[in-house]
């Protein structure tokens, strides 16, 4: 609304209400968008925490039964005890 304003002074009526539809526009558009029934404001969010906030390496460990398998049926006690 104030850019209408200010852009009115300088522009003439018709200059500042194109202007003010050119800013208007995207956000009127972002309000609208929605993905899995999730507005984009939340889409955002999410976004920012997987990306930024959150740790990259997680912090356990899991343990491969199929490599212990595959390398001669080890059992599962002497595997953990190696990782210690």
């Given at each position: 609304m104030p850019l209408f304003f200010v852009l009115r002074d300088s522009g003439g009526n018709t200059a500042a209400t194109l202007g003010m539809m050119a800013v208007m526009l995207p956000v009127f558009f972002l309000g609208m968008y929605e993905k899995n029934g999730q507005p984009m404001e939340k889409l955002l969010s999410y976004y920012?925490?997987?990306?930024?906030?959150?740790?990259?390496?997680?912090?356990?460990?899991?343990?491969?039964?199929?490599?212990?398998?595959?390398?001669g049926g080890m059992t599962h006690d002497s595997v953990l005890e190696k990782d210690r």
């Amino acid at each position: 609304m104030p850019l209408f304003f200010v852009l009115r002074d300088s522009g003439g009526n018709t200059a500042a209400t194109l202007g003010m539809m050119a800013v208007m526009l995207p956000v009127f558009f972002l309000g609208m968008y929605e993905k899995n029934g999730q507005p984009m404001e939340k889409l955002l969010s999410y976004y920012v925490q997987s990306r930024f906030l959150r740790p990259k390496i997680r912090p356990y460990k899991t343990n491969n039964y199929y490599a212990i398998l595959m390398k001669g049926g080890m059992t599962h006690d002497s595997v953990l005890e190696k990782d210690r």
